[in-house]
């Protein structure tokens, strides 16, 4: 029989993602609902190495629903990837009467959150905080749809400029190893070609689209890139190349960068951080552990660790076909 959980530990991991602060408030209320114990983890696994806790109640989380970042903060911590140092970890946690743990991360969070749990049976569960819905086992992670429309709108206000002056815009978004961004904020921004790591267009193919593009009349175009679309090192090296072989074309680019991270979360990402947080809490509760919170097909649902890590999201074939048909 599992152990009963008295007091649950919340912290956040690697990079920020607007909704943090939401699905934070949502584990701490749902605490005080059930009458357990809450407690705050500063700087995620370094501060749990340290013992930076802090008690939390339903009064204390008060005012941050609407805030992005992380009050918790956040940390790299190359100690907790040593066996030494979990075990300084779980020695703190214990310390303190720890029964649970909720980690609000990415895959790397989630890698250590799993390690945790084999070595000290320590009951965690996960919820998928990160920008650039790369995690298995949900439909939407917290912070995507932000982003999203984040980049959607600076998209709209380069496109203003790229207009006034007859140029043609790299527009690099967040995503590394997946093109959710790219894809769905370019079609929703009417960009003129998107460029994902998934998909590789090829610099000649690209070269003969923005040819047709101002042949057809278009005097002005944007084209969005994923930061690791693997046509050129980066999207200064495709600026280059373009500025090289296309005389006619005037070539800025604009790198979104971490404003993609920040300000306030949508009212999507505040209810699926509210309902995130009620299902790891109450998981934890009935003796669940070593999964991940998701959403799929907007019911919340448990994901071992194990799969939402090792898993990949995948891109929409179908959103592709609608941006190649809107390109023409």
Do not use: W
């Not at 998928?128 to 600076?154: F, K, M, Q």
């Amino acid at each position: 029989m599992s152990k009963k959980i008295s007091k649950i530990a919340v912290m956040t991991s690697g990079g920020d993602a607007p909704g943090m602060n939401a699905a934070v408030r949502s584990v701490v209320r749902t605490c005080a609902y059930h009458n357990i114990s809450c407690l705050g983890i500063y700087r995620g696994y370094e501060g749990m190495i340290e013992g930076a806790f802090i008690e939390l109640d339903a009064r204390s989380v008060r005012g941050i629903i609407n805030k992005g970042g992380t009050f918790l903060k956040s940390a790299r911590c190359a100690r907790f990837r040593t066996p030494e140092g979990r075990a300084l970890a779980h020695k703190q946690l214990v310390k303190e009467g720890v029964d649970a743990l909720v980690v609000i991360g990415g895959d790397g969070s989630f890698t250590g959150a799993l390690h945790f749990n084999l070595e000290f049976n320590f009951p965690v569960i996960g919820i998928p905080g990160t920008i650039d819905n790369d995690i298995s086992g949900t439909d939407r992670t917290l912070g995507y749809d932000t982003a999203l429309n984040t980049a959607v709108e600076a998209i709209d206000k380069i496109r203003d400029t790229a207009h006034s002056h007859d140029r043609l815009f790299f527009v690099e978004v967040m995503g590394r190893d997946v093109g959710h961004i790219a894809l769905n904020a370019g079609v929703g921004a009417g960009a003129e070609e998107i460029l994902i790591p998934e998909e590789d267009m090829g610099i000649e193919r690209l070269v003969e689209s923005l040819e047709r593009s101002k042949k057809s009349g278009k005097s002005s175009s944007i084209v969005v890139v994923a930061e690791g679309d693997k046509i050129g090192k980066s999207v200064f090296e495709l600026k280059d190349y373009v500025d090289e072989n296309l005389d006619e074309y005037d070539v800025r680019v604009s790198v979104l960068g971490h404003m993609q991270r920040g300000g306030s979360p949508t009212c999507y990402d505040r209810v699926l951080a509210s309902r995130m947080g009620v299902k790891a809490v109450e998981s934890l509760l009935a003796g669940e552990s070593n999964f991940m919170v998701g959403s799929i097909h907007d019911k919340m649902e448990l994901t071992p660790l194990k799969e939402a890590i090792k898993g990949k999201s995948k891109i929409n074939k179908e959103l592709i076909r609608v941006s190649e048909i809107m390109t023409t």
